[in-house]
């Protein structure tokens, strides 16, 4: 099973200023991990790609550097991608696919984040059919970046808490958004409308564990209680005003379901 991705067009990437480079899968030869220096102005949420680019291009450089960002909900944002030369680490910009974690200073990854970076790399040694090197970006460059945490989770392998997609645990779940949106949409229920959805129940199980949303409510009625709640995590995104209405979007619900044990299709 493969990582899930936020791609540039869902989280509002500006078009490239000229175009970067490609670069064949056969020659990717080692796997970065970044951090950002300074602590971010976000750690979750579209508002963390977008800073990037924002300071990326500000470098003169096409948009974002980074192959792939990852936040602190575990969410994963498309950069470079898997197929285009990057700009992150001189020298191995062609055979290192680098990924970006949004903290900075001393701040902790969280295991969202790095069960995210582990998947990528795994998920990379697959498409390569190559068991990548793992560096941090100090291991090519002189810099102090990925920060402390991280580099020393980088030189212990890499290792990561919860389940590896597709694996252990009870079964994958998927969530399908648009059943979903149609059963908070449907509250107050016409008579004889069915709007009780597994799909809603695994949300609402995970708005429980987050702290936003009683026991009681999680009975698969993805009802005003659940919107509610859901805006708070819409808001924990990084969400705010009529972003954060309590339907559910494709990106906060990967956020959620990446930290929970789910997937989503749109
Ligand atoms: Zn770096």
Redesign the pocket.
């Known amino acids: 099973m493969s990582v899930e991705i936020i791609n540039r067009a869902e989280w509002g990437a500006r078009p490239w200023q000229g175009t970067p480079y490609s670069v064949a899968l056969s020659e990717r030869r080692s796997f970065f991990v ?1 951090y950002h220096g300074d602590p971010p102005a976000h750690s979750t949420g579209k508002a963390v790609p977008r800073d990037v680019e924002r300071i990326h291009l500000g470098n003169g450089w096409s948009g974002v550097g980074y192959n792939f960002m990852v936040d602190q909900n575990g969410a994963v944002y498309e950069g470079r991608g898997w197929g285009l030369v990057g700009a ?1 680490c001189p020298g191995h910009n062609r055979t290192g696919i680098g990924v970006y974690v949004a903290i900075g200073g001393s701040q902790k990854p969280s295991d969202a984040a790095l069960r995210s970076v582990r998947d990528l790399y795994d998920e990379a040694c697959r498409r390569t059919a190559r068991t990548l090197a793992k560096r941090g ?1 100090k291991d090519g460059y002189a ?1 102090a ?2 920060g402390g945490p991280l580099y020393a989770w980088v030189k212990a392998g890499m290792p990561a808490k919860g389940t590896p997609p597709g694996k252990g645990k009870p079964e994958a779940k998927v969530v399908d958004l648009s059943r979903l949106i149609s059963a908070a949409r449907q509250d107050p229920p016409k008579p004889g409308t069915p709007v009780s959805y597994d799909g809603a129940r695994t949300v609402e199980k995970a708005l429980a564990a987050e702290g936003l949303l009683a026991a009681r409510y999680v009975d698969g009625h993805f009802g005003s209680q659940t919107v509610a709640a859901y805006r708070r995590w819409q808001q924990r995104c990084g969400y705010s005003g009529a972003a954060a209405d309590g339907i559910p979007g494709i990106a906060s619900l990967r956020s959620l379901g990446r930290a929970h044990g789910f997937t989503v299709t749109p």
Do not use: M, R
């Open positions: 970044h992150h970006h810099t970046c990925p």
